[in-house]
């Protein structure tokens, strides 16, 4: 889940930069990136998967 959450916000990253629109700091293309980067590296981690079931 945290794999798809990390493209979808790579995916708005890239077009924030390729259309040059102009936001306000907070979403701008760097940090949707970051946020991106972040979801990405929580997933490869092991967050999220739901593969380590203890009963």
């Known amino acids: ?3 798809i959450v990390a493209a979808v916000l790579f995916f708005v ?5 390729a ?3 102009s936001t306000n ?3 701008s293309s760097t ?3 970051l946020l991106g980067l972040m ?3 929580l997933r490869v981690a ?4 739901g593969l380590a079931r203890r009963r």
Request: no cysteine.
């Open 1 to 3: 889940m945290l794999g």
């Open 13 to 17: 990253a890239f077009l924030i930069n």
């Open 19 to 21: 259309a040059d629109l």
């Open 25 to 27: 700091d907070v979403f």
């Open 31 to 33: 940090n949707v990136m």
């Open 39 to 41: 979801a990405l590296a």
């Open 46 to 49: 092991g967050v999220g998967t």
